[in-house]
Each structure stands twice: as structure tokens, then as C-alpha cells.
């Protein structure tokens, strides 16, 4: 059975409560920003991130390497975001971290480095990022960046699983069907196959069939 292991890039966006007609400080440069990309205007969204970004806004920071990642409002620039989403990250912004881990993993705009990718998703993992905590998990599982450690992978996937994280649902499930960090369990082991189906992973309702079934 394989287990999913793409890497994701996800942001959350904000939400503002009004629109400021004076933006004096770094917040409500952001928040401008914020109003910004809500209405598609990217090139505002991105000078007003950037004015809030090099006054050291951490959630400004976060958006604006977004911006450069996905080229919205900005010619893509992968070494931008990472500039961008280091200085999030080094303030404790756990997106950023998460993301920056990313860049790490893929090779984005940095070379790639699993030591620098495990450090950026154990941090983001420990502030609750629940696809910090399923990557990390992935990074155990592999031997990526860290000693191989399958205790290690379960203690991760089972907190993105308890957060409804389907990739870790669905890895778990791999690690209960094969005795891999815990006791081989068969019934668990479908049980989080049908939660990660549930939840739109394809290898989990893949995996839950193929134990249904006997084989």
C-alpha cells in the first residue's frame, strides 16, 4: 500500500472587519492589504503588504512571500518568498514556518535541505499546524532530514489525524496495517482509511477496500 506524500502550500487568509481609510501602522497597512486581495486588486495587496512587511509585520511578511510563491500580484519569485516567509518565520508565525518548510522540502528558491525542512515543520507542528504535523510525520516515516523513526511518524500523523487531516488519516492507516510504530491492527488501521475517504483522500478509500476485501 502506498501512502500519500505530496507537500502542500497553503495559506489562511485573513479576515478584516473594515476597511481603514488611514493606514498609519504596520497593522493597518496590513488589514488595507487584506482588503486588497479581497477584491482581487493583487498589485494593492501586495504594496500594502509590502509597506507592513519591511516595518517587520509578521503576518505581512507571511502574505507577502504567498504573494511571490504563487506570483499573484508580483512576478513569481520563489527566492522572494522564502526572503519573505524566513522573516514570519524567525517571528514565530507558524504558516510561515509551515511554508518555509516547504520551500526547504521542494527545493523552491533554496536548495533543498530535509534537515532545514524537519526544523521549519517541527516548529510549525508544535503550534498546531495540522499539515506541518502530517509532513512531519512523513519525514519520520522516510528517514528525510531525521533518523527514521516510526514511533516518531505515529505520534504526528495521529495529531493531524485528531484535526481531520486526511493525508494523516490515511497514513496512519498504513502504519496500523503494517505494524509500523504501533501494534499491527487491522480494524484501526480501516478505520482511519474510511475517516481519510471521508475526508476526500482517493488512497484511503483505495486502502479501505482492498482490507474490506479481505486481501
Known sequence: MKKFKTL???????????SL?????PE?????GIEAYKKQDYHQAVKWYQKAAE?????????????YSTGQGVKQDYHQAVKW????AEQGNANAQYNLGVMYADGQGV???YHQAVKWYQKAAEQGVAVAQSNLGV???NGHGVKQDYHQAVKWYQQAAEQGNANAQSNLGVMYANGRGVRQDKSKAKDYFGLACDNGEQVGCDNYRILNSGR
Open 8 to 18: 502542500f502550500v497553503t495559506t489562511l487568509l485573513a479576515t478584516a472587519t473594515s
Open 21 to 25: 481609510v488611514y493606514a498609519n501602522t
Open 28 to 32: 493597518q497597512q496590513f488589514q488595507q
Open 55 to 67: 516595518q517587520g509585520n509578521a503576518k505581512a511578511q507571511f502574505y507577502l512571500g504567498y504573494m
Open 85 to 88: 516567509y524566513q522573516k514570519a
Open 111 to 113: 536548495k533543498q535541505d
Open 139 to 141: 519525514m519520520y516515516d
